[in-house]
């Protein structure tokens, strides 16, 4: 069985590949493909693997895809941004006739991909298609479904949370979307879709381990669309984030405020630029000043907790109010990538029924299986992967 992953030498997919290699896959056959060969033949022969190859591909070139994934079984796209690229790469998949998964944490790509005719177009080929199954969207949700299957009749109310170390890995395509993700930030209140800058509001959160409490904004971020797909009655639903260290968050704050998140063109001494373009331009610089992280680097990087999330849900069980908390402490690659591992082994398995392009609160039935089997598999690499479970009842109502 063959598992073309695209973007798979990238920062995340990486984690997920060696987690492959490591617990032994339904997949003898795994093809690792960007734009890079030079990055993939070294991550191959890293990789030390007999299963996995190397292939050089442009995702835009639709030809090339097709010929890539015209003999594979499942397409993993780790690729991004994905507001730019999903949307050829799932209709040149289905044209293809294959299963697919991502962990696509895009909200404007969700849009573009559900309003158009594709979901349609893969129901009526058969496929399974699975957008959104990273760290969060992703596993996040699926603990969030695992909490209502185990502990809820009804939600009103869903948080989800989460606060990054600045040191973790991500290039251009991460600072973009930071930026992306602060300009707007949709949430539900009260069952309607709102719009809100981020850091106009901020709340204290308790993120527990090594993160403790700190302040939150709500960002612009995909679950407020897809969890909705599972739950549509919840009321009040949002995203909150916070960076570490503080100073990293008070700078986005800052950036923010400042308007300079806007795409909207300035005319500056005669050449048109956004202000979105402009901070852009800044960070990377900024950025490109730091010393590289190596592999070891990396490793000692991840010898300590560099992500936390949180999802808090406020319903009803048996006529009495209920509150959860599901906290979980790690490092996001693989956080990331195992998820969307384990997602492409069960459909090389066929283990998902539903047909067409879905979200991943749809496509994972059994989540507290999903949840415990991602765990066992972070922890078998060796990375932190806490998960630590509060549960209230409020008395009778
Ligand atoms: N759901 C979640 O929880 C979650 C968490 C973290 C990240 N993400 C998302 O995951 C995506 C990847 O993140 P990352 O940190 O792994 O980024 P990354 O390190 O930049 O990896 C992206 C990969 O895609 C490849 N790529 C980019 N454009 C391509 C093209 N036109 N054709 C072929 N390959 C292309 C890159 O290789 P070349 O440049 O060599 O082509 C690279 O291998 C981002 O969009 C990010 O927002 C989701």
Same mark, same amino acid.
Request: proline share 3%; glycine share 6%.
């Given at each position: 069985?063959?598992?073309v992953v695209l973007g798979g030498a990238g920062s995340q997919a990486?984690?997920?590949?060696r987690n492959l290699i490591s617990q032994g896959s339904i997949f003898d056959e795994v093809v690792i493909s960007s734009r890079n060969i030079e990055r993939n033949r070294k991550?191959? +022969? +890293?990789?030390?693997s007999p299963i996995v190859k190397a292939?050089?591909?442009?995702?835009?070139?639709?030809k090339a895809l097709y010929e890539l994934i015209k003999d594979c079984d499942v397409v993993a796209n780790c690729t991004?941004?994905?507001h730019l690229l999903?949307?050829?790469?799932? +209709?040149?998949t289905i044209e293809a006739g294959k299963d697919y998964i991502d962990f696509c944490d895009d909200i404007d790509a969700f849009y573009q991909i559900f309003n158009s005719d594709l979901p349609k177009r893969a129901e009526e080929k058969g496929l399974t298609m699975i957008m959104g199954l990273g760290a969060s969207p992703g596993f996040l949700s699926v603990l969030g479904c695992s909490a209502h299957q185990r502990y809820f009749d009804s939600m009103d109310e869903l948080i989800f949370y989460f606060a990054t170390d600045e040191r973790e890995p991500g290039g251009p395509a991460v600072l973009a979307h930071v930026l992306e993700c602060i300009h707007n930030a949709p949430y539900i209140e009260d069952g309607e879709l709102l719009t809100e800058p981020s850091f106009r509001r901020e709340w204290e959160f308790d993120f527990g381990d090594s993160f403790g409490q700190r302040k939150v904004t709500r960002i612009g971020h995909p679950e407020v669309f897809t969890f909705p797909r599972y739950a549509p009655n919840v009321k009040n639903l949002s995203v909150r984030f916070s960076l570490e260290p503080l100073s990293a968050y008070e700078g986005f704050k800052k950036i923010s405020l400042a308007g300079l998140t806007s795409e909207q063109e300035l005319v500056v001494k005669g050449t048109k630029i956004s202000p979105r373009d402009f901070i852009l331009s800044v960070l990377v610089a900024q950025k490109s000043l730091k010393k590289q992280m190596t592999d070891e680097d990396l490793k000692k990087l991840f010898e300590e907790v560099t992500a936390c999330a949180a999802v808090e849900i406020h319903g009803k069980k048996d006529g009495k109010d209920i509150s959860y908390i599901g906290r979980v402490a790690g490092n996001m690659p693989p956080l990331t990538a195992v998820p969307l591992i384990v997602g492409a082994e069960m459909l090389g398995k066929k283990e998902i029924a539903k047909k067409g392009i879905m979200v991943v609160e749809e496509a994972i039935e059994d989540a507290p299986s999903f949840v415990n089997e991602t765990l066992r598999r972070i922890r078998e690499d060796g990375y932190i992967m806490r998960l630590n479970e509060e549960y209230t009842v409020r008395g009778d109502c």
């Open positions: 069985m063959k598992l990486l984690y997920g590949i991550v191959i +022969e +890293e990789l030390n292939a050089q591909v442009d995702v835009s070139d639709k991004g941004p994905y999903a949307y050829d790469i799932i +209709e040149t």
